[in-house]
């Protein structure tokens, strides 16, 4: 059987893209999930504040997960889990494993939803020894919250992303000794609310402009040293602090999962190391979309689902043929670190950009202009950080507007 959609990972973009290409509807869609359960990340997210923009309440991570699964089951979705998918072939045929055996799955779409994975200890190069104690954000949060493991009594974080914040005030509450979170860059990488909720209410320090430069401890961690650093982020000799600890937690970033994307020969962005993607989230391989984490790390899940949603539909009606010639490209512009899309085919429906910035702003401004830097529009911002996803959208009637085959986001300080 040739299926109309596959969806590779069942986590909160595979579960809103599966919803909404049977809503669009697609008769034969197929989840494909490696887990034991859908939900993805979602399942261990056991804290509130999912929800707020999707469905107007406040949820934890399983109840926001729960909802999709109750839509998922009033429609034919066929789902696999358990399912680890190994290969996606340019013509649509999906290859997996699982308890069943060997399968080869043939898609007219097929939805890339595989998510992200965390940074690890290698891709930082912190010195020191390899005691055990190390660990990531992530890692430390599927063992409190669902294995119901202590991981460490007296505990450093290094990096503020949202989930070394959020562990830090879950450690806090088990008992354990956060000692400081310690983030190299001047200013949080996570969402304001959590550094407030998550630090600030639990008189944990944030040490702005520090890194992690030793970690010390033979069989398990003892200790870390940690300095400031400058703006080159080099350490400042002179400004070493040690503090004793038993575990060092790692929230330095998320990379989309992106093996299968590269393998089956789709484009990937430099900068989000995620796929390069048009307006209806297809890639530049035809009749394969993609969506949330693993086309760029969101900070919030209802973020997800919008984009997810999109690309279900665009996959159910998706029609085949040439693709269109000469695309309109999206560039990130000075102050602006990536946009998703990158590439723009039709002008004749409003677009979404999703965007972030490289730096902390007060009063400013998003402009957007073409190839020969006239403005087509321009939106004012009363604070951005890098921590939060901006998005801005653009009508018909201003893409119309746009020249030479380019738009350039960029931002700007206004007085």
């Not at 602090?241 to 299968?260: Q, R």
């Not at 746009?402 to 206004?414: F, H, K, Q, S």
């Amino acid at each position: 059987m040739i299926y109309d959609v596959i969806i590779i990972g069942g986590g909160p973009a595979g579960l809103a893209a599966a919803c909404a290409a049977s809503e669009a509807g697609a008769k034969q869609i197929l989840i494909l999930e490696r887990d034991m359960e859908l939900g993805g990340i979602l399942n261990q997210c056991i804290h509130n504040g999912f929800g707020l923009h999707y469905f107007k309440e406040e949820l934890t991570g399983p109840e926001y997960a729960g909802r999709f699964e109750e839509m998922l089951a009033r429609t034919n979705v066929e789902v696999r889990t358990d399912t680890m998918v190994t290969a996606l072939e340019p013509e649509k045929r999906v290859h997996s494993m699982s308890t069943d055996g060997y399968h080869v799955d043939e898609g007219r779409t097929v939805i890339l939803a595989m998510g992200c994975r965390e940074r690890p200890r290698g891709a930082i190069g912190i010195p020191g020894t390899r005691p055990a104690g190390i660990l990531t954000a992530g890692a430390a949060q599927r063992y409190i919250n669902i294995e119901g493991f202590s991981v460490g009594r007296r505990i450093v974080i290094l990096g503020s992303g949202d989930i070394g914040l959020i562990m830090a005030r879950r450690l806090k509450l088990t008992g354990a000794d956060v000692l400081a979170c310690v983030e190299i860059m001047p200013h949080s990488s996570g969402l304001k609310r959590n550094i407030v909720q998550c630090l600030d209410d639990v008189d944990i320090p944030l040490l702005l402009s520090h890194t992690v430069t030793d970690i010390q401890g033979k069989d398990r961690v003892s200790g870390v040293t940690v300095a400031a650093v400058d703006a080159n982020r080099r350490p400042v000799p002179g400004t070493e602090k040690h503090f004793d600890c038993d575990t060092l937690l790692l929230s330095v970033g998320l990379i989309p999962e992106n093996e299968l994307t590269r393998a089956a020969g789709i484009e990937i962005d430099q900068r989000t190391n995620g796929p390069v993607v048009y307006e209806n989230m297809e890639t530049t391989l035809p009749g394969v979309f993609a969506c949330g984490n693993v086309v760029q790390v969101h900070d919030l899940v209802d973020f997800v689902t919008i984009e997810s949603q999109k690309a279900g539909r665009s996959a159910a009606l998706w029609q085949g043929g040439e693709v269109p010639a000469a695309p309109t490209v999206i560039e990130a512009g000075e102050h602006v670190t990536y946009t998703v899309p990158q590439r723009l085919r039709s002008r004749d429906e409003k677009v979404e950009i999703s965007f972030r910035t490289d730096q902390v702003f007060g009063s400013s401004r998003i402009v957007v202009e073409d190839a020969a830097g006239n403005t087509v529009a321009h939106f004012a911002r009363p604070y951005m950080t890098p921590g939060e996803m901006e998005h801005i959208t653009l009508p018909p009637k201003l893409l119309a507007k746009a020249d030479g085959g380019l738009l350039r986001v960029r931002v700007e300080e206004t007085v």
